[in-house]
């Protein structure tokens, strides 16, 4: 198994999970080792059946040699975050695209499984207090230079389908949390934060809902999709919890965590929103769950959460040193 951006947040904890599970399953990590991979997420894996492998998925060379002695691809790497892509958003072209492209045109000419990992923000934003829900036939619209890349990476994956019959699937998940993600994302920075003796940080009202799931549960999902998902379907994943905003997941954190005043009220700051700033997400899962079974382990967002914020309170070593170049980075873009 061939599985790029194995060294970043999801992919690894993908890799922990199929060396874990699948005995039978050897896996090359394909990963270009930018500032979101890293090669100690991948520690403690037996080097006989896990081999990592820096390199960039646009280049076409290499890809065509670790795609030809693959029975199957399942693609992870991106540059993943809003707010970089707002701040330069050449590498998610270059990445997103024009890697995506890359990896395509090695899976058909070697006529190999592939699956594409993606989000739910190719859908765009759904109204705050509305019941609707994404589906996967709900038409794009993504709002961010990174959603439109992911949903362009989308459409190359359903062309090759439909055009040259690659054997491929597409998964559209909602907002990951857990161990090994970068402290630029929303609730690891806060927890980060709050272990480093800074303020977290709201964007805005804080209003906006997101649609949490725990990665393990979408990399389960990953997994039943490449063992009986219908080849040239999507299917999206989502966990069904009940919707949070953003300030009630960050006044979860600080009382988790004990930054609160003396009155019991949590500790953090509103600094500038994010332009473009998607409301709402939320997954309907409906055709995962009745093709394939799936149901999420994780089904008490407070339990993965209390889970997660001892992760990073274990492994300062794992977090630490990225720590001020992300808040001076944030700092410079207002928040
Ligand atoms: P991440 O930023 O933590 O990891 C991305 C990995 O890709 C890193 O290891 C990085 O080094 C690697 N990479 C980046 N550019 C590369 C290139 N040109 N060549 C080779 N490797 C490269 O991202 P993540 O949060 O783990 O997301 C993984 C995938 O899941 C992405 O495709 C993302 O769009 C998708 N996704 C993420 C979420 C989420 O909540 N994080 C939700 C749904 C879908
Ligand atoms: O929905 C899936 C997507 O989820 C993935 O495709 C992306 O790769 C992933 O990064 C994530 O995107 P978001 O933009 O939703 O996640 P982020 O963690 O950046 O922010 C979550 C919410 O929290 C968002 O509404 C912005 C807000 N936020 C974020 C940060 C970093 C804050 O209020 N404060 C913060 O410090």
Excluded at 225 to 239: E, K, M, P, Q, S
């Amino acid at each position: 198994m061939l599985v790029t951006g194995g060294a970043g947040f999801i992919g690894a904890n993908f890799v922990h999970m199929v060396a874990r599970t699948r005995p039978e399953v050897s896996i090359v990590v394909v990963d270009k080792l930018t500032y979101a991979g890293n090669p100690a997420n991948l520690a403690g894996l037996d080097s006989a059946r896990v081999q990592l492998v820096q390199a960039d998925i646009a280049d076409a060379a290499a890809m065509d040699e670790l795609v030809a002695a693959a029975d199957t691809v399942v693609h992870f790497a991106a540059e993943s975050h809003n707010d970089n892509s707002l701040r330069d958003p050449a590498p998610f072209v270059h990445t997103n695209l024009v890697g995506t492209f890359t990896l395509l045109e090695a899976a058909r000419r070697h006529d190999v499984r592939f699956h594409h990992v993606s989000t739910d923000e190719v859908f765009g934003d759904l109204e705050l207090g509305a019941a609707t829900r994404f589906s996967e036939t709900t038409p794009y619209q993504p709002s961010s230079p990174y959603s439109a890349t992911k949903a362009g990476s989308d459409h190359l994956v359903r062309a090759w389908v439909r055009s040259f019959g690659l054997r491929a699937t597409i998964s559209n998940c909602s907002n990951n949390y857990g161990p090994f993600q970068h402290i630029e994302k929303f609730i690891p920075r806060q927890i980060t934060n709050i272990l480093d003796g800074r303020t977290p940080k709201l964007y805005g009202t804080g209003a906006q809902v997101r649609d949490w799931i725990h990665v393990d549960d979408h990399n389960r999902a990953v997994l039943d999709i490449l063992d009986r998902g219908r080849l040239g379907h999507t299917y999206n994943i989502g966990a069904d919890q009940p919707e949070l905003s953003n300030r009630d997941v960050i006044e979860l954190i600080c009382r988790l965590m004990g930054a609160t005043d003396a009155a019991g009220r949590p500790i953090y700051e509103h600094v500038a929103d994010r332009p473009g700033h998607d409301q709402r997400y939320a997954m309907d899962a409906t055709k995962l769950r009745a093709e394939l079974g799936w149901q999420p382990a994780f089904a008490d967002f407070e339990a993965g959460l209390r889970q997660t914020i001892e992760w990073y309170t274990q492994h300062p070593q794992w977090w630490h040193a990225a720590k001020e170049a992300t808040e001076a980075a944030y700092a410079a873009q207002g928040h």
